[in-house]
């Protein structure tokens, strides 16, 4: 992950389109667009499993996709571009290709990737999406619906993947009852498998998995996601950052940034009062509001001097000290300092 270039645009919308344009180029890594909303599992500690996500398929409107990648150009954007986040993107292939291709012809140097459930997966599908432009995967094996995590189950996992892909993953990363995790290379393609017992190690998303929530933790880690994220549901709806959900109401009502229709262009929507705010909210370490507070995502502690250097960011883009005022006037030896002006 790049470091933040931390420039007072981030706190105050610069205005202007060339300085919202600049900022974007400058401080954005991860465009994340959710094509589609279909997925076709329901897992229990995704907030997929609270809606019905399976009999009614939506697609991002094509000319919402297209603008934001017409936006990217602009920019000659070259960091990533993220095809998924509540959706199961390989469930519609021709859509799937389709928008990878497009987003390769306006993005030659863009790295293109998603995350899947991987049930769709095959060479043939891997193969097209290569040649399509796909720059890397991410398989997330899940347990079925209703099983809990296991380590062996998971290595069960794993090894169906490998025979059905007809190629075997390097295991590289093992916490006993909590993750596995390893990597193949297929076509070309650079695939990262993971296995993670999601419910003891997931996330609340944002308070609408409630049984993840943890009782007594309350984050004081700062949060890059509204900095280097530009975050895109399904309904073109934008959030400050993946854990929010669009079909979640209260999600919808209270942290959606605006619609990427309301703004003249995507660089406008990410310098808007609104995401500064969070921005704003998320710099420095403290405790944080909801849905921040029991958020425990890349949450850590701080480095040596870390948080004396985010604080002094805080106090000089959000809350700069005003102009100093006039040095008090104080008599020396009967005269005034400032000036020499004797009364
Ligand atoms: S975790 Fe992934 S596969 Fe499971 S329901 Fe959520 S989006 Fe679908
Ligand atoms: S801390 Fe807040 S902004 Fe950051 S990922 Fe969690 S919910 Fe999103």
């Known amino acids: 992950m790049s470091e933040i270039v931390f420039q007072q645009g981030l706190f105050r919308d610069p205005g202007d389109p060339g300085g919202r344009r600049r900022l974007f180029a400058e401080t954005v890594t991860n465009v994340v667009v959710e094509i589609s909303s279909y997925c076709n599992r329901q897992c229990t500690y995704c907030p997929v499993s609270s809606v019905d996500r399976i009999s009614d398929r939506k697609s991002l409107?094509?000319?919402?996709?297209?603008?934001?990648?017409?936006?990217?150009?602009?920019?000659?954007?070259?960091?990533?571009?993220?095809?998924?986040?509540?959706?199961?993107?390989?469930?519609?292939?021709?859509l799937l290709i389709a928008r990878i291709r497009e987003a390769r012809a306006e993005l030659p140097k863009c790295r293109i990737y998603f995350s899947t459930n991987g049930d769709f997966l095959s060479p043939d599908y891997v193969r097209e999406m290569v040649e399509a432009g796909l720059s890397e995967l991410y398989v997330t094996v899940h347990m079925p619906k209703g099983r809990r995590y296991d380590d062996p189950y998971a290595?069960?996992?794993?090894?169906?993947?490998?025979?059905?892909?007809?190629?075997?993953?390097?295991?590289?990363?093992?916490?006993?009852?909590?993750?596995?995790?390893?990597?193949?290379?297929?076509?070309?393609?650079?695939?990262?498998?993971?296995?993670?017992?999601?419910?003891?190690?997931?996330?609340?998303?944002?308070?609408?998995?409630?049984?993840?929530?943890?009782?007594?933790f309350r984050r004081t880690s700062p949060c890059n996601r509204p900095f280097h994220d530009f975050t895109v549901s399904h309904e073109g709806t934008i959030f400050p950052c993946c854990q929010m959900f669009v079909d979640n109401e209260h999600h919808r009502a209270s942290f959606a940034i605006g619609r990427i229709t309301d703004f003249p262009d995507i660089f406008a929507a990410y310098a808007t009062q609104a995401m500064a705010r969070w921005r704003a909210e998320l710099l420095r370490f403290g405790p944080k509001k909801s849905p921040c507070d029991t958020c425990n995502l890349e949450c850590r502690d701080p480095q040596p001097g870390e948080s004396e250097r985010r604080d002094e960011l805080y106090r000089r883009f959000v809350r700069p000290v005003p102009d100093a005022p006039p040095h008090p006037r104080r008599p020396i030896f009967g005269r005034w300092l400032d000036g020499g002006k004797s009364e």
Request: glycine share 8%; hydrophobic share 40%; charged share 20%.
């Open 61 to 94: 409107p094509a000319e919402i996709y297209a603008k934001i990648l017409e936006n990217l150009a602009q920019i000659s954007y070259v960091q990533s571009l993220c095809l998924n986040l509540y959706n199961e993107p390989m469930a519609d292939r021709p």
């Open 155 to 216: 290595i069960t996992l794993f090894t169906d993947l490998s025979k059905r892909l007809g190629k075997s993953i390097k295991v590289d990363g093992f916490s006993p009852g909590a993750t596995i995790s390893g990597r193949m290379t297929l076509h070309g393609l650079p695939i990262n498998v993971f296995s993670i017992n999601y419910d003891v190690y997931g996330t609340d998303r944002a308070g609408s998995v409630k049984k993840l929530t943890q009782a007594t």
